[in-house]
């Protein structure tokens, strides 16, 4: 099993910036690829970034390049993403998540149902 517990969030006027954190735990946190996702009110759960347990390989959604950072710190266990510029579109729940990985450089998986564990999730609003 493995535990994931989100913090960061919260709220911020367009054009500013937050730094979500996911901090893991119950097992080795480099075996498992990381990704964030995100859900907002009547919509469905959509990827928005995903780096590899080395960190050596990154996938970002077209929506947030250039815009949004993921980031790994294998020694703490955690995960970041580093959003900036944001828009009100970015309103969402965010949720870290991660997949036991077959090699430390696959690149890491964008489907949702790819991913075995889950954090509660945190709210990102960003007003106009």
């Known amino acids: 099993q493995v535990q994931l517990v989100e913090s960061g969030g919260g709220l911020v006027q367009a054009g500013g910036s937050l730094r979500l954190s996911c901090a893991a735990s119950g097992r080795t946190f480099s075996n498992y690829a990381m990704g964030w996702f995100r859900q907002a009110p009547g919509k469905e759960r959509e990827f928005v970034a995903a780096?590899?347990?080395?960190?050596?390989?990154?996938a970002y959604a077209d929506s947030v390049k250039g815009r949004f950072t993921i980031s790994r710190d294998n020694a703490k266990s955690t995960v970041y993403l580093q959003m900036n510029s944001l828009k009100p579109g970015d309103t969402a729940v965010y949720y870290c998540?991660?997949?036991?990985?077959?090699?430390?450089?696959?690149?890491?998986?964008?489907?949702?149902?790819?991913?075995?564990?889950w954090g509660q999730g945190t709210q990102v609003t960003v007003s106009s």
């Open positions: 998540a991660a997949h036991l990985s077959i090699s430390a450089y696959a690149t890491p998986r964008e489907a949702p149902s790819e991913y075995n564990y």
């Open positions: 780096i590899s347990g080395s960190a050596g390989m990154f």
